[in-house]
Each structure stands twice: as C-alpha cells, then as structure tokens.
C-alpha cells in the first residue's frame, strides 16, 4: 500500500485555497517529498505529518513553483536539528538550479545543517527496497531533464497459515524463514519447502506521479496499468494551444492517457486559477469516469485496484 498526501495542488502561482506543488509518499517507515513548491514547510506543519523520516526528496523538474520551498525548509532545519540527512533527487538542470538557491541564497558558505546530497537521476531504478522500489521515467516538460516517478510494491507470495497449521509448523524463526522462500528442517526432522505454505505470487501496488508535462504519447507504456496515477491538469480544452504552449496537459488530455494506458484511478493536480474544479472534473470523467481533483491535504491510500480517500489529521490552530 502507498499512501499520498497532497501538499499543494495549485499550478504556477497559489490560490486561496491550493499551495504550490508537493505532495508526500508514504510507504511503511518510508516517506519521499516529491516536488517542494513555496510554502511547502507549511502545508506539512498543516497536515499533521511533521518533519521526521522527510529526508528524501524527488524532484520533478527544475521550475521555481516546484523547488522554491527547498529555500525555506532548508533554512528551518538549520534552526532545529531534526534530521540528519537530506537527499534530493532530480535531474542535473533542476539540480543546477536548486544548488545555486541552497547554496548561494539559503547557505552562502555556511556548512548545510545535515549530510546534504544532490543527487542526479537518469531514468530507470533509483531505490530498490525490500519490498518495493522507485523508477524514474522521463517526461517531456519545457527544459531537459524531467522526470515522473513509478512506485511498486514487489511480487510477493502470501503466507498461508491454514496450511502451516496443517503442517504443524511450530510459530517462531521457521514460519520466518519460509515466507522469505527458504526451506527448513523443523525441530522434528521433517523438511519444509516454501512451496508448501506459500500461496500463488500476488503482483503489488503500483501507482505513479507525473509533474508537469507537455505530451502523453511517451507515457502510455510508463504508467501502463497503475493503481493510481497522479498527474497535472493545468488547462480545459477550450485552451489547448495555450496548453501545447507552455507543455501542459488538458484535463481531456490526462483523461485520455488514463484510458489509454488502462490506469485504475486517476488523480489530478496542478490545477489553475482560471478553472473552476468541477469543470476540471467534468472534463476529464467524460472520458475516464474513475477521476478526482485532488485538493490540499487531501489524503489517498493506493491498494492494488483500489483509491480510497481517508482523512488526514490536521494540526487544530489555538490561536485566538
Ligand atoms: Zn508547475
Ligand atoms: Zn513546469
């Protein structure tokens, strides 16, 4: 299961009611910031989700709505010590970017507050964990260098205990070692293969998030058959050359990605000022009903097959 927590939905510039772009991956102890909009350190004060475990950001290209909030993170953890390493992942133009904010406005010879690493991704596997991993894939936006990012729980074979009952396979470091495929020799001699209280492979989670970007062709095969897919929709159709233009998508645009490439959900983000949300929604659930506008600290738990929305705990003001 991955959970995502949208930080900031807005696209270019913030509204009222939308941040500029973040959102926060969660998978177990795991936890990657992808994209660090102005105003970012905020908007995770907001939702509850707090600074620990963040020390992983995915960046998907270099333009200011989607890096300016490195600046000022940066410069709150140089006032509290509340992590020790911070790693941030992109491509070598927005790196090139983030490196001269960081260390040319934030830090200007001062030492980083943490073990800091910029560090360049091309596209294929950036993390392979024990039991999922991250592949960065590109993406076609204004400059070189962009990238979406795919997450995926591995194949596994389930436990089943009904069988190990069966087999009276006493509880402890065998049961252990069986669900990680290795045979064993019980306390009474008898040998046991995996196979035996393993059930058939089950494919995992897969869900992936696409920044800003100007042309879906090159997707299709990326993003084939996500759980969800989470990416921008910062025109309507009626504004498709200003779209082509400055290479963003229409929401018919990422509609027709979703049902092209067999997406189970989609969620979008990167929303403007100029829409209203439910005309966002209508225009893409024409063509892919399965559709939400994500909206600030809108929270999704992403299961194999499933979508659901849950409530994100939100930090009370007590301020009179
Ligand atoms: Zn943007
Ligand atoms: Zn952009």
């Known amino acids: 299961m991955f959970e995502i ?16 772009s973040s959102q926060v991956v969660i998978h177990d102890e795991f936890r990657f910031l992808i994209d660090c909009g102005e105003g970012t350190q905020r908007q995770i004060l907001q939702s509850g989700l707090g600074f620990k475990r963040l020390n992983r950001v995915l960046i998907t290209h270099g333009h200011l709505d989607h890096i300016l909030g490195l600046a000022g993170l940066l410069s709150t953890f140089m006032r509290w010590d509340t992590i020790d390493k911070l790693e941030i992942y992109g491509g070598q133009w927005a790196l090139d970017r983030i490196h001269d904010l960081i260390y040319g406005i934030v830090l200007r010879g001062a030492k980083p507050p943490m073990d800091l690493q910029l560090i360049q991704i091309t596209p294929g596997l950036i993390f392979d964990e024990d039991d999922f991993t991250v592949t960065a894939f ?3 936006h204004r400059g070189p260098d962009c990238f979406g990012y795919l997450f995926e729980e591995k194949t596994r074979r389930p436990f089943l205990p009904d069988k190990a009952d069966e087999l009276v396979i006493p509880p402890g470091p065998w049961r252990r070692d069986l669900v990680n495929g290795k045979s064993v020799t019980l306390p009474d001699g008898r040998p046991i293969h995996p196979d035996q209280v393993l059930g058939p492979e089950r494919p995992g989670t897969r869900m992936a998030h696409v920044g ?26 009626e504004e498709s050359e200003m779209a082509d233009q400055f290479a963003h998508l229409t929401a018919r ?28 929604l209508a225009e893409a659930q024409a063509i892919f009903p399965n559709t939400v506008v994500a909206r600030d600290f809108d929270a999704f738990q992403i299961r194999r097959g499933e979508c659901m929305k849950v409530e994100q705990v939100k930090e009370t003001s007590n301020s009179k």
Do not use: C
Not at 5 to 20: D, Q
């Open 138 to 140: 590109p993406v076609w």
């Open 253 to 280: 645009q990422a509609a027709e990605l979703a049902a092209g490439a067999g997406v189970k959900h989609l969620i979008l983000t990167h929303i403007s000022r100029r829409y209203r949300e439910r005309d966002v």
């Open 212 to 237: 800003d970007v100007g042309r879906i062709d090159e997707l299709v095969q990326a993003v084939q058959e996500v759980d969800a897919l989470i990416i921008e929709a910062t025109y309507l159709q």
């Open 5 to 20: 927590v949208f930080l900031g939905t807005s696209a270019s510039a913030p509204s009222v009611h939308r941040g500029l």
